[in-house]
T-cell receptor, first 107, second 118 residues
Framework: AQRVTQPEKLLSVFKGAPVELKCNYS??????LFWYVQYSRQRLQLLLR??SRESIKGFTADLNKGETSFHLKKPFAQEEDSAMYYC?????????FGEGTQLTVNP | GAVVSQHPSWVICKSGTSVKIECRSL??????MFWYRQFPKQSLMLMAT?????????EQGVEKDKFLINHASLTLSTLTVTSAHPEDSSFYIC??????????????FGPGTRLTVT
């Protein structure tokens, strides 16, 4: 069965500092991974997917099959990045979410 | 972009009554809709997947007779919590996936419905 693990429930950094949100997964097939973000009082929305290999709002994430990881990174955090971040893996049409990391970027 | 709405946004009901939650895709046709449950400070747990015109597929441990799902059209799915009890109090979130373009792989999430059973 697939599983997604986000080891940090809370992460706090200062504005301008680099940030890395960790995500590890277990999946028997070829994984397709996503990062979702939920800003305060807003709905969950897709941030990026590994297949696209894109950078959204300065965030990037690289799939490392050897380490079964899909960490989310941003070189210079901004206050508006404060939100809940969920790593997710899709199998068929089913999304499995990690437990989420609450990122706080302090001024 | 694709928008998914839920109604109501919050509801309080008495124990033993039933509550219906609607999920609508406003500007795209959703062949598949998903229902999640989220407890405070926890992740989203998939409850069931519904495809338009067919029976929902429930996740292990989810009582299909308690959580009735209907996906009668390409823009509407409903979740009915029957004979609700206080332990059913939770945040229920739906998502929808379409058939073309970005909506074919991205799930668009509704804002959620807060259910409180007294």
């Amino acid at each position: 069965a697939q599983r997604v693990t986000q080891p940090e429930k809370l992460l706090s950094v200062f504005k301008g500092a680099p940030v890395e949100l960790k995500c590890n997964y277990s999946y028997s097939g070829s994984p397709e991974l996503f990062w979702y973000v939920q800003y305060s009082r807003q709905r969950l929305q897709l941030l990026l997917r590994h297949i696209s290999r894109e950078s959204i709002k300065g965030f990037t994430a690289d799939l490392n099959k050897g380490e079964t990881s899909f960490h989310l990174k941003k070189p210079f955090a901004q206050e508006e990045d404060s939100a809940m971040y969920y790593c997710a893996l899709i199998s068929g049409s089913r999304l499995t979410f990690g437990e989420g990391t609450q990122l706080t970027v302090n001024p | 972009g694709a928008v998914v709405s839920q109604h109501p946004s919050w509801v309080i009901c008495k124990s033993g009554t039933s509550v219906k939650i609607e999920c609508r895709s406003l500007d795209f046709q959703a062949t598949t809709m998903f229902w999640y449950r989220q407890f405070p400070k926890q992740s989203l747990m998939l409850m069931a997947t519904s495809n338009e015109g067919s029976k929902a597929t429930y996740e292990q441990g989810v009582e299909k007779d308690k959580f009735l799902i209907n996906h009668a059209s390409l823009t509407l799915s409903t979740l009915t919590v029957t004979s609700a009890h206080p332990e059913d109090s939770s945040f229920y979130i739906c998502s929808a996936r379409g058939t073309s373009g970005r909506s074919s792989y991205e799930q668009y999430f509704g804002p959620g419905t807060r259910l409180t059973v007294t």
